[in-house]
């Protein structure tokens, strides 16, 4: 098994899983507290179609081909889910959930028909569910390419996007273009998505874009330190989760890189330094007993508040 | 009955459930909770097999049921852990998922129960798996079971009609009249799980989705009355079986996607035609804005 | 004196990390209309929850009529803030008046004619008969609040609370409102009212709870409403004008 390690070619996956992680961690932050986790989801089903159509109409599964026209497909979807939301009294999450399956069922007909014409096409089923193994040395620059990128918009600009995340009224008083980041955003989670298909599949990138920051948060109040965290947390599950699933043959990588996210995200909630479970007991039977000390008559309180 | 018959009435027996329960579903905003579900009876179906080594019947509802309720329960705790709501319907349904992919990986090869059947459903081989009731003879066993929980969330939803009225409404006000608000909670989401195991072998797990949501979106565009967005809704849903059907027959591709694309066709025709709601409505006559506050 | 339909005795609740409420005691007797203010963050809504078991309870005691809520709790009526809802629901006035009996109607009994008739009449108390069958979305703010007071009002209650019944309505919604509160005093109910705006708390209530975390004074309006009082209750310096109460500052942070 170890000789998998001295590998070159799974080393470049490793390392490329560990980028692809290390964004899915940042950005999955952002949207964490934009409050859009599940947006991932939907957006990656919507992706689906996209990947087909690209595949269809240039006939090679050149990955930046099949990548862009993901991203285009769910760039749509995104449009339409912000369309319905804004036009109609339906609610954001039934529109994700209408853009999600309606895009991924119009993605299986495709599918369908593709594997039909086109003979063997192990390699478009592997957008389900994920297969970092199959990926090839231009593919891992590809995706870690995209990835840098991504992490490197978050980086620069990290104090706007700080301010437009928690307060984005002051953000505009301020003058930061509201509308350009809210696409600059869009683009940045899309383009983190579609490389990650590859990876983790349609069905289960969500995950690696939302369990790492939840994570992150049992471990700090800040923002900052958060997001790095998160990126480490993301990176460790995409290497190990990959490491994992090449012990057994053809088994698909993006389960066992949930799992391993999954992992962290438990012993964060149990152990984490800020409202983990157990510190949060701790601190719950500290406050009992203060307050059993601080019964004092309330007129002391009123002279407080005086 | 012939086989494109059994087909069409399955698929119905889909939409006209999921229609029901999908109005109820995205009033309560609970549309990605049954994506959620939709994901993790997987595992239950798994488990299930894996301890029955039997991949039709009774015990893969129940397996079914539990993964379901383990689901809202889950993200019920997470979420009184101060989880957000959506962060922790996405945590607690992916790692279930990835766990079942991995139990079926692991235990069962893709010899019996894969993976893509389970997610895709194969409605053309219901009609072979048959099943013998008294009276109606042979009928294919999964459209049985789903006349059975069609009638089950018919019942329960006419029974019940006030008590999920007021729950979805204002659940603070149903609590103070004396309404067990939590209870409905669960009860619901195990009428959800239900509906959706029982589709999952005529459209799979994706496009219960797509059943479970558009059809009752759509008819939300039509109406402000309740017990019309139920009627609409169902009858959307059997629309859009039927209308998929015939789109993947003439297109030769997967019925279950294609069903799930027809709710879509008629959401966009609802989006567009709606009197009341509707895109053309609001451009041939803009709404009265009611001046005083 | 007038029976005590509600003590509360050291209440004590809790949000998250921090206290809400501590050692909150006071009586309330029947016939009374009663308002709560108090700076944001003072803890009123959470009291009115806490009683309604709506919220955790950290220690102490409600009782109502002698009795606990849950033995009560067809006595009571709640009315709570008006953002609490999704006003998109495809329901209609009527129907939303309605819902205030389903208590008393129970399990699997359907609304029967007579139901819809006092639906009907609680909605002509408050003004909007005509507007039975509007669909709520399309009411505004005002007409909102008085929906909501109807549906309290056809539980027939002997205790109603009221969450900010008056925050945002129209001059004439407001008027509304407290007309029928009066109503409900001179038939012997009681009201308790979180009350958003100081300054009229003088002209609509016969006594008044003032609330910071704990019960800084409580008593008919008269005896309590002083310039010390609300000074204590808000913890900043106040102007008169015209002899009347009339502004408080008061600190952001308390």
Same mark, same amino acid.
């Given at each position: ?306 | ?65 539990? &993964?379901? *309720?383990?689901?809202?329960? =889950? +993200?019920?705790? /997470? ?6 709501? @959506?962060?922790? %319907? ?53 459209? &049985?079971? *789903?006349?059975?929980?069609? =009638? +089950?969330?018919? /019942? ?6 006030? @008590?999920?009225? %007021? ?75 039927? %209308? ?50 | ?254």
């Amino acid at each position: 098994m170890w000789s998998i390690l001295l590998n070159s070619n799974t080393q470049w996956v490793l390392l490329s899983t560990a980028i692809l992680g290390i964004a899915a961690g940042t950005i999955g932050s952002l949207a964490y507290w934009k409050r859009q986790s599940l947006m991932s989801d939907a957006l990656a089903h919507a992706a689906l179609p996209g990947v087909i159509i690209a595949f269809l109409l240039f006939k090679v599964k050149h990955l930046f081909v099949l990548i862009t026209g993901a991203a285009i497909s769910a760039v749509i979807g995104a449009f339409f889910i912000q369309g319905i939301r804004s036009s109609t009294r339906i609610k954001e999450d039934t529109a994700m959930g209408m853009i999600l399956s309606i895009f991924y069922g119009f993605g299986i007909m495709l599918l369908t028909i593709a594997n039909r014409t086109s003979g063997n096409q192990s390699g478009l089923n592997n957008f389900i569910l994920g297969q970092s193994a199959s990926m090839v040395q231009s593919d891992v620059w590809t995706m870690s390419i995209l990835a840098i990128l991504v992490v490197s918009i978050v980086v620069i600009g990290f104090k706007e996007w700080k301010i437009y995340l928690f307060d984005r009224q002051f953000a505009s008083g301020l003058g930061l273009p509201l509308k350009g980041m809210d696409v600059v955003y869009t683009i940045l989670l899309v383009t983190t998505i579609v490389v990650g298909i590859q990876a983790v599949g349609v069905i289960l990138i969500a995950a690696l874009l939302i369990i790492p920051a939840v994570s992150a948060r049992y471990w700090t109040h800040s923002f900052q330190t958060m997001v790095i965290i998160s990126a480490l947390f993301g990176g460790a599950s995409g290497t190990i989760g990959t490491l994992i699933s090449a012990i057994g043959n053809g088994w698909p990588t993006g389960p066992f890189i949930v799992v391993l996210a999954a992992s962290f995200f438990i012993i964060s909630l149990i152990f984490g330094k800020e409202k983990g479970i157990l510190v949060q007991y701790w601190q719950m039977k500290h406050h009992k007993k203060q307050e059993i000390l601080q019964s004092i008559p309330t007129s002391v309180l009123k002279k407080e508040v005086q | 009955m012939t086989y494109t018959a059994w087909i069409i009435l399955t698929a119905s027996l889909v939409g006209l459930s999921c229609g029901l329960i999908g109005v109820f579903l995205i009033l309560r905003k609970m549309a990605m909770m049954a994506d959620a579900i939709s994901h993790t009876v997987l595992l239950g179906i798994v488990v299930a097999f894996i301890i029955t080594q039997e991949l039709t019947g009774v015990h893969m509802l129940i397996g079914a049921i539990i &993964a379901g *309720l383990l689901t809202a329960l =889950f +993200v019920q705790w /997470l979420n009184s852990l101060d989880v957000q709501q @959506e962060a922790a %319907i996405g945590i607690v349904f992916t790692t279930l998922f990835a766990i079942g992919v991995i139990l079926i990986e692991a235990f069962v090869g893709n010899a019996h129960l894969d993976v893509q059947h389970a997610l895709m459903g194969e409605i053309t081989f219901i009609p072979w798996n048959r099943i013998t009731l008294p009276i109606v003879g042979s009928i294919p066993k999964a459209t &049985a079971i *789903l006349t059975l929980v069609f =009638f +089950v969330v018919l /019942l329960f939803i006419i029974a019940f009609y006030k @008590e999920w009225k %007021i729950t979805t409404f204002d659940p603070g006000l149903a609590a103070s009249v004396g309404i067990p608000v939590l209870f409905m909670h669960y009860l619901f989401m195990s009428l959800v799980s239900i509906t959706t195991v029982a589709s999952f072998d005529a459209v799979g797990a994706i496009m219960v989705v797509a059943m479970l949501i558009t059809p009752a979106a759509s008819a939300y565009l039509w109406t402000d009355r309740l017990y019309m967005m139920l009627v609409i809704s169902g009858l959307f849903g059997v629309a859009s079986a039927v %209308i998929g059907y015939f789109i993947a027959a003439w297109i030769d591709t997967s019925i279950s996607g294609s069903m799930a694309f027809a709710t879509g066709l008629i959401f966009l025709a609802s989006y567009l035609l709606s009197p009341k709601h509707g895109l053309l409505a609001k451009y041939l006559k803009p709404e009265k804005i009611e001046t005083f506050e | 004196m007038n029976e005590v339909v509600l003590e509360v005795k050291n209440l004590t609740a809790a949000y998250q990390k921090n206290t809400v409420l501590r050692d909150v005691n006071f009586q309330v007797e029947a016939g009374s209309l009663t308002g709560i203010v108090g700076p944001n963050g003072a803890g009123k809504s959470t009291l009115i929850k806490t009683m309604l078991a709506l919220h955790p309870v950290l220690s102490g005691e409600v009782h109502f009529f002698g009795s606990t809520y849950k033995k009560m709790k067809k006595r009571i009526g709640y009315v709570p803030q008006r953002g609490s809802v999704d006003w998109d629901f495809p329901t209609i006035a009527l129907d939303v008046v309605m819902m205030g009996l389903y208590g008393q109607i129970g399990w699997l009994r359907r609304p029967t004619k007579t139901h819809q008739r006092m639906a009907f009449e609680a909605l002509d108390k408050m003004g909007m008969a005509d507007y039975a069958n509007r669909q709520i979305s399309q009411l505004s703010g005002g007409q909102q609040q008085r929906v909501f007071l109807a549906r309290a009002l056809v539980q027939n209650a002997d205790i109603y609370f009221m969450d900010e019944p008056l925050a945002g309505v129209d001059a004439a919604t407001e008027r509304a409102i407290m007309k029928i509160l009066d109503e409900l005093k001179a038939a012997g109910k009681t009201v308790m009212v979180v009350h958003h705006d100081l300054q009229t708390v003088a002209d609509y209530f016969d006594h008044v709870l003032f609330l910071n975390r704990t019960v800084i004074k409580h008593g008919k309006t008269n005896d309590v409403y002083t310039e010390d009082n609300i000074a204590t209750t808000y913890g900043g310096s106040i102007r008169l004008i015209g002899g009347r109460i009339g502004n408080v500052v008061h600190p952001v942070k308390q």
